[in-house]
């Protein structure tokens, strides 16, 4: 592992134990598939299938839309702490990232290639719009191939990590403010590379409510609909979903 990894390894504790505890490293004797593997349709089936026998349900948009909720907080929260302490992007491609899935079929941790950090060439304004198109939009589609549940909540899903996990690591001393900076814009832009509109572009978003800000999704992830599973709260942009998670949970 290069004098840099080891480095970005040894900070792995404290604030960042979450990102440490979503990583697996060599050495880790867990199986896992790399992203290509564990989406392909037959392995995802057989995944939603474990998830949806320890929730008690069969496997349907509600429940993939919370699996992918799991899928995504692995990919982007070890993946945006590590890359903005290093000040270039990690190495994520979908044939290049694994996942450690949990016996419920979980995603739960991310092993990274040969289960070691690896960083591109990149620059630091690349570790998002890397993240976006080497990861994340592929990912993204296969998801939705499986299953009726819409684009715009799997794209909020990514949203709701990346933006909290931007947010979390610009106040880390190590990070530099600009790129941090640069990360939260590329969720701000309007149009992406060849004119594609942006699916994060406010997926995320702050609104004053009874004289406080507030951060709200644009579009209901559903995970309401998994018995036993915590709602989102104040998140929640559906008043009636929002004010009955509110009642459970306070």
Same mark, same amino acid.
């Given at each position: 592992m290069s004098g840099d990894a080891d480095r970005l390894t040894a900070m792995l504790d404290g604030p960042l134990a979450l990102v440490r505890a979503k990583l697996s490293l060599h050495p880790d004797a867990r199986p896992a598939e790399t992203a290509t593997e564990l989406l392909e349709e037959k392995r995802l089936s057989a995944a939603l299938a474990?998830?949806?026998n320890h929730h008690g349900l069969a496997p349907d948009a509600f429940l993939?839309?919370?699996?992918?909720?799991?899928y995504l907080a692995v990919v982007i929260i070890p993946y945006?702490?590590?890359?903005?302490?290093?000040?270039?992007?990690?190495?994520?491609?979908?044939?290049?990232?694994?996942?450690?899935l949990d016996e419920t079929g979980e995603p739960v941790a991310l092993r990274p290639p040969e289960g070691k950090l690896t960083?591109? %060439? /990149?620059?630091?304004?690349?570790?998002?719009?890397?993240?976006?198109?080497?990861?994340?939009?592929p990912a993204i589609a296969r998801l939705k191939q499986a299953s009726r549940l819409s684009e715009k909540a799997l794209w909020g899903n990514a949203a709701h990590y990346l933006e909290w996990a931007i947010r979390q690591m610009e106040r880390h001393p190590a990070v530099d403010r600009q790129a941090a900076a640069d990360a939260l814009a590329f969720l701000s832009r309007q149009r992406l590379e060849h004119d594609k509109p942006n699916?994060?572009?406010?997926?995320i978003h702050y609104i004053e409510e009874a004289g406080r800000t507030v951060r709200r999704r644009k579009v209901?992830?559903?995970?309401?609909?998994?018995?036993?599973? %915590? /709602?989102?709260?104040?998140?929640?942009?559906?008043?009636?979903i929002r004010e009955a998670s509110c009642m459970t949970t306070n």
């Open positions: 474990r998830h949806g993939l839309s919370l699996w992918s909720q799991k945006i702490a590590l890359s903005l302490l290093a000040g270039r992007p990690l190495r994520i491609g979908m044939d290049e990232a694994a996942f450690v960083f591109t %060439e /990149g620059q630091a304004g690349d570790i998002v719009p890397t993240l976006y198109s080497v990861h994340l939009e699916p994060l572009k406010d997926a209901c992830c559903l995970r309401y609909r998994v018995p036993g599973v %915590e /709602g989102c709260g104040t998140l929640c942009p559906d008043r009636k």
